[in-house]
């Protein structure tokens, strides 16, 4: 093949719904690519990642990707459990935003090669209290027979 003329892309068939549980902190691993599955380098950039819901069209929480390696765009950030045991649908939207730090131009980041940009977020019940709470007492009179 002559790679003067035809350029590889490696399509992405779909992209798999991140899974989160209620009763735990869940940490997400983020790792962008350009749409040849290369590396992107993010310096003097923020990405934000935003849980959308889309019944009610509000943004719950926003959540800044932390860097362990911003030249290889890896990086992680952590849907907390407060945010997540709050959730009373199953499923949101993940959505993710670049900032120019420099100029504060903010530009969607796609997650498909069709240019989509929210990601299924599925909610799910997993960890519960360990205690039961009982908040009233009640004592019953039979009465005499």
């Known amino acids: 093949m002559d790679s003067a003329i035809f350029t590889t892309r490696n399509r992405q068939v779909y992209s798999r719904p991140i899974k989160v549980y209620q009763g735990i902190d869940n940490p997400v691993q983020v790792i962008v690519k350009n749409q040849d599955q290369k590396t992107v380098n993010l310096t003097g950039y923020n990405i934000v990642a935003s849980v959308q819901d889309p ?9 800044i990707v932390n860097w ?15 945010t997540i045991s709050s959730l009373e649908q199953r499923f949101y939207k993940l959505t993710f935003k670049r900032t120019l730090i420099s100029t504060d131009t903010q530009t969607p980041l796609y997650i498909d090669d069709n240019y989509g940009v929210p990601l299924d977020l599925e909610v799910l019940p997993a960890y519960y209290s360990n205690v ?9 009179d039979g009465g005499t027979i």
């Open 55 to 63: 019944t009610n069209q509000i943004t719950i929480a926003d959540y």
């Open 68 to 82: 362990a390696n911003i030249q290889l765009g890896q990086g992680t950030f952590t849907l907390d459990n407060a």
């Open 132 to 140: 039961a709470v009982l908040t009233d007492t009640y004592t019953m």
